[in-house]
């Protein structure tokens, strides 16, 4: 089936520095992929839509400056945290759809963030 | 896409069958059933997905109602390792469209 990869699985940084996440699709083309974040105790949450070649669509409320998102091939995408503030401290999660085959949507490992 | 409900958490012995329940009564005709699951600190995991018949894999089954407007998962002898967050989700089948995730169901399979 279809794999996504993503690094790093976990990462700490201070206050006011930048973490960059990525995610690549292993052995199929990605055109879409969907970055999610996770709380303690609560359900997914997405964040962007990410296309290949153009600009990533934001959810409301969520800052475009703070989350950057860059899709420049068809197998990777990534998700930078600018200037990074404990508040940000999440479970980060990628996701997408093989378009080949029947598995539906799959997703990376996530990416446990500390901000400190 | 529908809403869906499900019960915040189920208990389940181990090796017995595991059976989750999802209401999607606002579900339309385009629209697919799709059961993921996350065990701790990981991403979701792909299990199944239907339109209207019922499905089996390696993992599980699903069933649908005849109107759709419900389905149950069934996990048919859960072990320890089973224990997750199992979400049901309704979406419509072109794609590009994101998932949604709703609360899901903790599932404790206990010993």
């Known amino acids: 089936g279809a794999v996504v990869s993503q690094h790093p699985s976990r990462v700490i940084c201070k206050s006011g520095t930048s973490v960059k996440i990525e995610c690549r699709s292993l052995?199929?083309?990605?055109?879409?992929m969907f970055w999610y974040r996770q709380f303690p105790k609560q359900s997914l949450m997405l964040m962007a839509t990410?296309?290949?070649?153009?600009?990533?669509?934001?959810e409301q409320g969520v800052e475009k400056d703070k989350f950057l998102i860059n899709h420049a091939s068809l197998t990777l995408s990534t998700l930078t945290v600018t200037s990074a503030h404990p508040e940000d401290s999440s479970f980060y999660i990628c996701s997408a759809r093989d378009l080949r085959g029947n598995y539906g949507y799959t997703f990376g490992s996530g990416t446990r963030l500390t901000v400190v | 896409d529908a809403k869906t409900t499900q019960p915040t958490s189920m208990d389940c012995a181990e090796g017995r069958a595991a059976n989750l329940p999802c209401n999607h009564s606002t579900i339309s005709g385009n629209e697919y059933v799709y059961w993921y699951r996350q065990i701790h600190s990981q991403g979701p995991q792909y299990i199944i997905h239907g339109l209207k018949n019922n499905e089996t894999n390696e993992m599980a089954s699903l069933i649908i109602t005849e109107d759709r407007k419900s389905s149950t998962l069934i996990l048919p002898h859960a072990t320890l390792r089973d224990t997750a967050v199992y979400y049901c989700?309704?979406?419509?089948?072109?794609?590009?469209?994101?998932?949604?995730f709703g609360g899901g169901t903790r599932l404790m399979v206990k010993p």
């Open positions: 052995d199929f083309q990605a055109t879409t």
């Open positions: 990410s296309n290949e070649g153009s600009k990533a669509t934001y």
């Open positions: 989700i309704v979406r419509a089948g072109n794609a590009g469209n994101m998932l949604t």
